[in-house]
Structure formats: C-alpha cells, structure tokens
T-cell receptor, first 113, second 114 residues
Framework: KAGVTQTPRYLIKTRGQQVTLSCSPI?????VSWYQQTPGQGLQFLFEYFSETQRNKGNFPGRFSGRQFSNSRSEMNVSTLELGDSALYLC????????????FGPGTRLTVT | GENVEQHPSTLSVQEGDSAVIKCTYS??????FPWYKQELGKRPQLIID?????GEKKDQRIAVTLNKTAKHFSLHITETQPEDSAVYFCAASIRGSGYSTLTFGKGTMLLVSP
C-alpha cells in the first residue's frame, strides 16, 4: 500500500497571503488529522476529519481551516499568513477514529517571509 | 485538556548503553500511549505503543512501561546503536472518545555515539 502523501513538500509564502496544503491518506483510511510542528511548540494538533466531517479541533485561530473530500483526501488552508505560521505541517491517517495506529505523511514545510 | 511532559529533552549515550525517556500525562481518561521516532528531515514513525490495560510491552530492543496510578510511561531502548539517534516523541490519546487526537510531549533528542 502507498503511504500517506502530502503536497507540496515545500512552500514559501509572504505574510498576508493564504496557502492550501493537501493530504492523501493511505488507501482505505478515512480519518485524517493535521498537526503543526515547530521547534518551540513541538507537535500540536490542528484538526481531525472523518467522513468529510470535522471531528475535533485544536486550539488554533480561525485562520486555520480544513476540509475533507468524499475520497478521504484532505486539505488545510491558512489565510492571512503570519511569520509564526512557518512550520512543518504533518497529516496523519488512520482507518477510522479510535483506531490505534496512525501513520504520518512526510509533511509540508511552510516558510513565511 | 491533556498535557504531556517529556524528559529529558536531550540524551547522549554511548553505543551499547541503555536509554530511558520518561513522560507524564495529566488526563486520567487517556488510554493509548504511542511512541514516535523522527529522524532528521523525515516523518514521525510509530515504533511502539501501549494501551492502558497493559503494564509493559516489548519489541526486540525497545520496551515501554506504563504506570496508570502515577500517570507516567517510559520508553526503554537497550543496546543502543548509532541508527537509534533521532528525536523521540511520546503521546497520549483517548481511544473510544470518537477522536484520534494525539497530545505529544516536546520530544527527546537521543544521540548515540559510536
């Protein structure tokens, strides 16, 4: 089975712009979670989707949003980018909520200048 | 919400030594505790996990122990090798809640010197 894929792998944006990141889960997996990884804060939960519905949301401002499509692919969007949004954005897929194993994608490295 | 503390933040050992990384969690409802290894520039990889109905789990050179009463769990790596060098993250989660949300510790950078 192919693993979790994320596109693009690297992105450079300017403050004030918006960005959309994409995640394709492992085939057959229907649950997708997003995490932000920074050196200072570590791995922080952004949101989780299952069957096109947001199941849970972390403590991030409304500029961070996401969605999931009927084929389980997920996108996250960050509007009005700030310098502090520079991070590695990771998605993780699992077969369903409450399943024990989650597998991470390679991440998208976002740099905001 | 859940809070996970991880210590130490860095750990240097000689090849062949053992390494121990400790985590504490705050939410007594947490019942699933995975450990991830992240090599430089790569994705976090699940290396071992433990559920709250088990006190210890072993997989070759890696073991994890859980003390529910004290709300702490530990990763033990024996006979360390240079390829064990990476950042290790512990996490806690509540399975059965309808979510898969993981709360992570801040990570431990393990350096194994030949």
């Amino acid at each position: 089975k192919a693993g979790v894929t994320q596109t693009p792998r690297y992105l450079i944006k300017t403050r004030g712009q918006q960005v959309t990141l994409s995640c394709s889960p492992i085939s057959g997996h229907r649950s997708v979670s997003w995490y932000q990884q920074t050196p200072g804060q570590g791995l922080q939960f952004l949101f989780e989707y299952f069957s096109e519905t947001q199941r849970n949301k972390g403590n991030f401002p409304g500029r961070f949003s996401g969605r999931q499509f009927s084929n389980s692919r997920s996108e996250m969007n960050v509007s009005t980018l700030e310098l502090g949004d520079s991070a590695l954005y990771l998605c993780a897929s699992s077969s369903r909520p409450n399943s024990y194993e989650q597998y991470f994608g390679p991440g998208t490295r976002l740099t905001v200048t | 919400g859940e809070n996970v503390e991880q210590h130490p933040s860095t750990l240097s050992v000689q090849e062949g030594d053992s390494a121990v990384i400790k985590c504490t969690y705050s939410d007594s409802a947490s019942n699933y505790f995975p450990w991830y290894k992240q090599e430089l520039g790569k994705r976090p990889q699940l290396i071992i996990d433990i559920r709250s109905n088990v006190g210890e789990k072993k997989d070759q050179r890696i073991a994890v122990t859980l003390n529910k009463t004290a709300k702490h769990f530990s990763l033990h790596i024996t006979e360390t090798q240079p390829e064990d060098s990476a950042v290790y993250f512990c996490a806690a989660s509540i399975r059965g809640s309808g979510y898969s949300t993981l709360t992570f510790g801040k990570g431990t950078m393990l350096l194994v010197s030949p």
